[in-house]
């Protein structure tokens, strides 16, 4: 079984408004994080925003937030007052176990979002 | 401050022969670890260097190998290379012991011929 899925692979939003990113996670472990990461066509992947499965509440980065969902297992992305520059391939990734000692980052697909003017 | 870099960008190979990738970690971090993204996929975990040891491995052969420096640096070889190995190869790094996020640099396009 997939543990990151990304439903949508492809968003399309105008300038200014918001949009949601949607990923579903699946692990067993309590002790979890999720991550967002941004990968425009240069091919960097640029660190977005990070929840913790024992956050109370979620996180958010500027324009970002993360609509965490742990009863559901999901954790949107939610891009607020979009601009041309978000414009890029989105993942969502997990972490399973403490953040404390050895962990590894497993992706989604990814969902391609492009913002029209 | 600088981020994670990595050389070379862009790389070309044939079939057979033998490459090796470099990565250096964002200032402050000991932890390295290598991921393969394949076209129109999400990165893939290959392994995690810390300590100069191999600390995790994914789900690939023994062609890949790495090496991590007393600076944090780190190198990955990938042997006897194949026409399905090319990817874009990106470096995270990290801190050990602590709860945190792994920075990525911007990658190694590899195309194998």
């Known amino acids: 079984a997939q543990k990151i899925t990304q439903t949508q692979p492809g968003m399309f939003v105008q300038e200014k408004e918001a949009v949601t990113l949607d990923c579903t996670y699946d692990t067993s472990d309590p002790s979890y994080g999720l991550f967002w990461y941004k990968q425009p066509s240069s091919g960097e992947m640029i660190f977005l925003i990070y929840q913790g499965s024992y956050d109370q509440q979620n996180a958010t980065e500027g324009r970002y937030s993360l609509n965490f969902q742990k009863a559901r297992k999901s954790a949107n992305l939610v891009i607020s007052a979009s601009q041309l520059g978000d414009s890029a391939m989105y993942f969502c990734?997990?972490?399973?176990?403490?953040?404390?000692?050895?962990?590894?980052?497993?992706f989604g697909k990814g969902t391609m979002l492009l913002v029209s003017p | 401050d600088a981020g994670v870099t990595q050389s070379p960008t862009h790389l070309i190979k044939t079939r057979g022969q033998q490459v090796t990738l470099r990565c250096s970690p964002k200032s402050g971090h000991d932890t390295v670890s290598w991921y393969q993204q394949a076209l129109g996929q999400g990165p893939q975990f290959i392994f995690q260097?810390?300590?100069?040891?191999?600390?995790q491995r994914g789900n690939f052969p023994d062609r890949f190998s790495g090496h991590q420096y007393p600076n944090y640096s780190s190198e990955l070889n990938v042997n006897a290379l194949l026409l399905g190995d090319s990817a874009l190869y990106l470096c995270?790094?990290?801190?050990?012991?602590?709860?945190?996020?792994?920075?990525f640099g911007p990658g190694t396009r590899l195309l194998v011929l």
């Open positions: 990734a997990m972490r399973e176990g403490p953040g404390s000692g050895y962990s590894t980052l497993t």
């Open positions: 260097y810390y300590e100069e040891e191999e600390r």
């Open positions: 995270a790094s990290s801190t050990m012991g602590r709860e945190k996020t792994q920075y």
